[in-house]
Structures are given as C-alpha cells and as structure tokens.
C-alpha cells in the first residue's frame, strides 16, 4: 500500500498504462501539457507509442488511425484544443473508433486563463460534433478516481467502440493529493471484440440496431474499411435513405441501450430528506462538505454525485428526485448540466444552479448560501 | 510476375470508378493498380488512405484495406497505422485541395520521414465541390473563385516537402509512361516518398481554361518547376528511430512510496500559504512539506500558482494537511500564511488585507505588508537564507513554520528532504531547516 502524492494528470497516465493503452499522441496545452509528458514517459516504456503531433487536429488523427490499427489509444487537451478535435470526433463517431480523450478543462471560452480550472466544456462534449451523435463522458471528483475512471474510460470505449470523454479540471489536473493506487478497486480490463478470422467481416455489422460490431483491425485477418461518409455496414458509402437512417439509429441506439449500464454514481441518501444535492467532478468535493455541514446543522439532505455525465443516468437521478422538494446543482459553469436535471425533474420541485466561472472554486459555504440551503 | 494475390489490386464490384470521362484521377489510379500488382503486396498488410474530395472516392476500389478520413488530414491517419503497426504498407491519395488545408501536416510528415507514400491527384482545383482555385491554381487560372485570373501564387509541392526534409520527390503528369514505375519506387523508398502528378479536371479547370493534355506537358515546363525525381537521399525512418529511442530510454524513476512513520497534532483541516518570487524554489519546499505531513499519517493537497512565465513574478503554493480525507481543496482562510520576498507579496496582498485572527503569519522582517488582523510574526528570512545558500529561503520559513505550529515533528520535514531530495543539496536543506526552527524558537 505505497502512499503517494502525485496530481490528477500523472494519475489518468498511470491508468491508461493499466488499461492497456499502446498509443497517445497530444498536443502541449496548459493544464493538459504534463499529461502528455507523463505519456511520454510511460508509453515507450510500456511497449506503446506516444508522440508529440503538430497540432491537435494531428494528435486525434494519428489516434484514430492508431486505434483502427488495433491500438488502444488516448489523447489529452483543453478548452481551445477540444474544439480543435470536434470534426475528427464526428470521425471517430461514424467509424465506430474506440478512444479516450482527455479534456482537463481550463476556464474560457477561447484562450481565457490558461491556468484556471473550469467545468465549461459539459455540453459542449456531448454535442461536440456536427450530426449530434451521443458519445460517453465520465468526470472524475478526485486524483483516485481519475485513475480509476482512466481504466473505466478505455473499458468503455472498447466495449462501445465509440469516443469516450474524460472531463476533469485543472483543479484535479494539476492538484497533488495523496493517493494510493494500489487501493482503488479497478475493474477488469475490457479488449474489444475482434473477428474471427475464418468468418467474412464487415466494420459495421450490426443485428439489431442497439449490437456493437465486432472489429477487426487495419493490419489484422481481413481486408477492412473505414470511412467518413455516410455508409452501410459493409463500410461502403450510401445514399439510401433506409440505410442512412438505420445507420444513425444504431449509434444512438448503442449508447442508450447500455445507458444503466454505463451509469456511474455516488449516492448518499437521508431518510425524508427534502433537499438534493446533484453535483459531478471537483464541484461535487464542495457539495460534499455542504451536505455534512447541513446534516450537522440539523437539516435532511441527500446526495448524488455523478461520474457518468453522458449518457445521463436518468434512473439513477430520477429515483434520487423521489419526494425531494428542492435539488440544489453548483458548477463551475453557468448552468450546463442543470438542464438535464430541470428536464427529468418531477413536477413541483424546484432546481436552483449554484454558478460561477471566476476562476475559482465554489465553496461549500458558498454553496449552501446561494443555493438557499437552509430557507 | 507473380500474382501471389491479385491479378489487379481494383475491383469492379462496385461498378466503374466514379470520374467524370477523361479525368485525370483515373489514370492514376490504374497507374497505382499496376504498381500494387507488380508488387504484390498481402492486401490485408496494405492501406489505401483518401483525402476528401474526387480522389477521396478512390480508396474503396482497391481489394486493400482502405481508409476514407476528413479533408486534409489523410497523413494523420496515415501516420497513426503506421506508427501501430510498422508492417503496414501505407499509401495516400490526397487532392492539392488536400496540400492546401492540411499544409501543416505536409509539413510534418516530410519532416518526420515516417514511412509513408503520398500520391498527390493535382488538378489544380477543387473538383469535388465544382473547380474553385486551390493552392496549385496557377497565375491566371480561371475559376469560379478567381472570375478575373487566379492572382495567387501557385506552391510548389515537391520544393515545399524537400524544404522540410522529404527524403524522396517526384513530380509528373499522369500520363507518364512509367508512372506506375515511380510510384513503386516512392512505395519502396524507407521514408516519406511525395509524387506531385499534374493531371485533368475534365469538368471544371480543363474546359474553362482552354486546357487539355498538351497544354499539362507544356506547363511542367513553363512553370518553371522541376520535374522528374527531384529529391532522393537517405535519412532516418522515424518509426525506427523512435522505437531504437525507446529502446535505449533509462528505466522509469521508480515510484517515491511515503510511509506513514511519525505522528501529527492536527484536530481538522489545515490550510498553509506560502507566497514567493520564482526561482526561490517555493513549489520545491511545499512538496518536501506536504510530502512530510503525508509522512506524519497525515492527508495533503498541494496546487501551486506561478505565471506561464514560470522565471519571473511570484510563486504561491496552497497546502492543505488533514487528518481526514480532503474534500475542499481551496483555501479561503488560511491557518499559516508565509511570505518571503515582494513578489509573493504583491500577489497576495489583497489576501492578506483580509486575513482574520486565526491566521498567523510569517513573513520576512523587511516587508511592508498591508493593515491584518492577522498575528504576526516578523523573521529574518532573507538575512538566514544569504547564510544557507541560494534555494533555501522557502524550507528555512516552512522549518520555522513546523517549530512554531507543530502540525507534525520537523524530524519528519528533515526526513523528507532526505527521501526526496538529490543527494547534493540533502546537507543545506536539513541546514536551512534547523536555521528555520532556531528562528522560531528564538
Ligand atoms: C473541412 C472541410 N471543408 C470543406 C469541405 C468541402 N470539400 C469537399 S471536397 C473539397 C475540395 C477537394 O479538392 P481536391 O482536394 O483538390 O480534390 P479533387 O476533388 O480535386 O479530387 C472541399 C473543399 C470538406 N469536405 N471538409
Ligand atoms: S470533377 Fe474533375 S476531379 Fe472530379 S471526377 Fe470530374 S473531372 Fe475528375
Ligand atoms: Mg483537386
């Protein structure tokens, strides 16, 4: 049980290694850049690749190929360079490409502070490509849970073969914590489904609309083909308006599916509670300490802290909503996941966001004030 | 010849290529037939990538691997086969529209000298999305975009690749006989092969520019360019170069395991500030810090805060150390507050105005700091530090930190040092801490 005390980059690093990542290419980006140095560092030391691209568009670019080409692989940046990858994920969407990209949010819209932390990019990440397919997003609270969540990214992109976002913040990024990884349960590691050599492939094929296709890689038992247009499941191009849209109901499809599959939360319910805290990644760390201090004061609340953002763990948010009068939502942003919590919430409660993007982190007491915790 | 897999590397199981009659990709592409069918390469080892655009269209009728990506990017994807599996056989097909958007990666890839072959379809204009100019467009062209004659300069491919290092250039037109002869020498070349090969758009640049097959043979030679084999030489593969690096790479740093072996005071969550210039090594002193609360059985969180101009300007480090898991990482008021050169200062003065009295401060004798209410605690921190050395000032104000509060024994803070810090500096640094606790407990 070696103690450690390393930031959240250094950690999504080591998960990837344990995750069984081969490739990552990225692009220097504050507060991204020291996890592209820690790739650098453990990729050739772990039999993978990873490299230094000439801009972001390259650095996903050489992901999916490398991905395609049988790789698990994984790219990392921030606010400016996530917009730069949002052509190449609508890419990765429509290849059905297993990836992990990292997105250490800083706070903007465009250059803003290079050296702040932010939770700006929430859904910009799950309608971050033009068609508007889902994707899967996970945000880890701490360091531990940046590794561990790292693993459960790879997991999913393989198991999903889709784009799978990790949302975490400067404030988790590049904040040291003590940690022990060896502690923090991982779950088994997943490797995508490839097909049998001696059956015909084809990239794309599906049953029912919901069925990941197997993959077999560039390189490997078949002759394959990938492609950006729209296409049917031998990979070929189409203009068929059946197929187009059973092709587009089939991404959806996967992904919503698996939605209670995929959902990762943290509950911590209180008997009659009336009040509700819904809170994800560093915001959710304030949240906590708010929860303890109003129980401490007296007042019934509970707690929801989700890891899944996308797709959004309806059940899981849903059941937590049951006889609650008030949910209370802090973000570092101006009221982004809010909107998933307003649409499935009951009628009659109320949801009050508690925002800000200064730069700084909301504090619990912030929180509590502002969300007019104890009115 | 042997025909080990094909007898022709195109399949008309999708019926006929889809080019407007004449056009100048067809030929091309039958030129790359016959390459890949002399060569015969395992079509599962072989990778057609396309650009966007009616070169785009290609790939699929290869009886290859063929992969289709966005406009402009064709290397990337490239790039990323190949670095995964060094096997492939990796050709693009790219448009100029293509050299014109993802210039950057023309660029790199030429550099790089990845083993990769280009095949450029230069028509000099877009015929995808009807004729407008591209970056080949020559003087005069005339387009829809450029309705008086094209005014732009036409680049020059093959100059630009060898300029950034192309180890092997080629420039035709795409009725060379023996292009398919060139273009197997581009494929068995080891490194970044370019073929820039000038061809018709028959339904856009041809027609509107008076233009035909005489006219294509007659620009190579009045547009001044170089034709033929341009570039050849030898240079290192950049997948062989970076796997013998990788090979020859020390072994990782092992990792710095801290074990829990003295004990702490601390009742709660315990915020520690200390605000510096850069190069005072203050991100250094909080780490051995808060590396020795971790020591002491204790939880830590360390950000620090520095401009991206990291020589110059302040450097402030925020230490949390709690006996329980730390939830909020900020620190709004902190317990101990130490400051040791203006700079520090500057950036922390509005913080320190509005200190309360639970904070004590520490702070160099020679600071002018704003009204507090703050307790304070004036020590001759930059007078000690002339003494210890350069780099000791942050552990001799942390050293008298850990003497006055106690949150944890400043054997560990020694022991700490001696973990964690390179053997040549071990000495000062336990100096510099003793320094710091006779300061407090004078
Ligand atoms: C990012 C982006 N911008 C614009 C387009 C539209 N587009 C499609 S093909 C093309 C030009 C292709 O020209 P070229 O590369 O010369 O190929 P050609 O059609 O001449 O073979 C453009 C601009 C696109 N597909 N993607
Ligand atoms: S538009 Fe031009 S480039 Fe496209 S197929 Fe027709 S002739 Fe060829
Ligand atoms: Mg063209």
Not at chain 1, 356 to 360: A, I, S, V, Y
């Given at each position: 049980m070696p103690l450690e005390f390393i930031e959240g980059n250094e950690a999504i690093a080591r998960g990837a290694v344990r995750a069984g990542c081969g490739f990552f290419a990225g692009y220097p980006i504050t507060p991204a850049s020291t996890l592209l140095q820690y790739m650098l560092d453990l990729m050739p030391r772990n039999d993978g690749t990873a490299i230094q691209a000439e801009d972001e568009i390259a650095s996903i670019g050489f992901c999916i190929g490398a991905s395609m080409a049988g790789r698990k692989a994984m790219t990392a940046t921030s606010g400016p360079g996530i917009s730069l990858y949002s052509e190449n994920i609508g890419l990765a969407i429509i290849g059905e490409t297993p990836l992990v990209i990292v997105n250490v949010q800083r706070q903007g819209p465009a250059t803003g502070s290079a050296t702040k932390g932010a939770e700006g990019d929430i859904q910009f990440t799950r309608w971050i490509t033009s068609g508007g397919m889902p994707i899967i997003a996970l945000s880890p609270a701490n360091v531990a849970e940046a590794y561990e969540l790292t693993v459960r990214a790879f997991n999913l992109a393989e198991q999903y073969r889709i784009p799978v976002f990790l949302l975490t913040n400067k404030e988790i990024g590049l904040t040291q914590e003590t940690v022990d990884l060896d502690s923090v349960r991982l779950p088994e590691i997943i490797n995508r489904t490839r097909a049998s050599a001696s059956e015909a492939y084809k990239p794309h094929q599906f049953g029912s609309i919901e069925q990941v296709p197997v993959i077999s890689d560039f390189g490997g038992e078949h002759v394959t083909q990938f492609t950006t247009s729209t296409h049917d499941q031998n990979g070929y191009l189409t203009s068929d308006p059946e197929i187009a849209q059973n092709m587009i109901d089939h991404y959806i499809a996967k992904i919503e599916a698996a939605t209670d599959e995929i959902a990762l939360y943290r509950e911590d319910m209180q008997e009659g509670a009336e009040l509700l805290f819904i809170s994800y990644g560093i915001t959710s760390r304030s949240a906590s300490v708010a929860v303890k201090q109003l129980r401490d004061e007296g007042f019934g609340v509970s707690s929801l802290v989700i890891q899944s953002l996308f797709p959004v763990p309806e059940t899981a948010i849903k059941a937590a909503m049951k006889g609650i009068r008030k949910t209370i939502v802090p973000e570092m942003n101006m009221g982004q996941y809010k909107l998933e919590i307003e649409r499935l919430a009951p009628d009659g409660m109320s949801v009050i966001g508690v925002n800000?993007?200064?730069?700084?982190l909301l504090s619990p007491s912030e929180i509590i004030a502002r969300g007019g915790c104890r009115d | 010849m042997t025909d080990q897999y094909h007898e022709t590397y195109m399949t008309d199981a999708l019926g006929p290529l889809p080019c407007c009659p004449g056009c100048g990709h067809e030929r091309i592409l039958k030129d790359l037939d016959s390459a890949l069918t002399k060569m015969q390469i395992d079509p599962r080892k072989l990778v057609i990538v396309t650009d966007i655009?009616?070169?785009?269209?290609?790939?699929?009728?290869?009886k290859a691997n063929s992969f289709h990506g966005l406009h402009g990017r064709s290397l990337t994807y490239a790039t990323g086969l190949k670095l995964a599996n060094p096997e492939l056989t990796v050709v693009v097909l790219m448009g100029d529209g293509g050299c014109g958007i993802g210039g950057a990666h023309l660029l790199s890839a030429a550099r790089r000298n990845l083993d990769i072959t280009l095949i450029i379809a230069n028509n000099f204009n877009y015929g995808m999305t009807g004729g407008q100019h591209s970056?080949?467009?020559?003087?005069?062209g005339l387009t829809p975009t450029t309705p008086g004659g094209n005014v732009e300069r036409a680049i020059d491919i093959c100059a630009i690749g060898a300029g950034a290092g192309a180890t092997w250039a080629y420039r035709g037109i795409s009725y060379d006989k023996d292009l398919d002869e060139r273009i197997i020498e581009g494929i068995k070349h080891p490194g970044f092969s370019i073929l820039d090969i000038w061809e018709l758009c028959t339904a856009y640049y041809m027609p509107r520019n008076e233009y035909n097959k005489k006219e294509l043979y007659k620009l190579i030679e009045t547009s001044g360019l170089n034709s033929g084999l341009i570039v050849q030489s030898e240079r290192g593969e950049f997948g062989a170069m970076y796997r013998e690096s990788a090979g020859n790479l020390p072994p990782a740093k092992d990792i710095s395991a801290l074990e829990p072996v003295f004990g702490h005071k601390l009742k709660e969550q315990t915020g520690v500030v200390i605000a510096g210039s850069a190069g005072e090594k203050i991100r250094s002193a909080a780490s051995l810090f808060s590396r020795a609360g971790i020591m002491s059985n204790l939880h830590a969180t360390q950000k620090d805060d520095y401009p991206i101009t990291v020589m110059t300007g302040h450097s402030v480090s925020e230490i949390n150390l709690s006996p329980v898991t730390i939830e909020y990482t900020a620190i709004d008021s902190p317990d101990y507050f130490v400051i040791v050169s203006e700079d520090g200062l500057k950036k922390t003065a509005a913080l320190v105005a509005s200190l309360g009295s639970t904070t004590h401060l520490i702070v160099d004798e020679g600071l002018q700091i704003p009204d507090t209410a703050a307790t304070i605690e004036r020590l001759p921190l930059v007078r000690s530090a002339k003494k210890a050395g350069q780099f000791t000032i942050g552990l001799i104000a942390l050293g008298a930190l850990i003497e006055r509060s106690e949150i944890y024994p400043t054997e560990a803070l020694r022991e700490s040092v001696r973990r964690h810090q390179k053997p040549g500096i071990v000495e000062t640094n336990l100096r510099a801490i003793d320094l710091g606790s006779e300061l407090a407990a004078d």
């Open positions: 800000k993007m200064d730069t700084t | 655009g009616c070169i785009g269209l290609a790939d699929r009728y290869f970056v080949t467009t020559p003087i005069g």
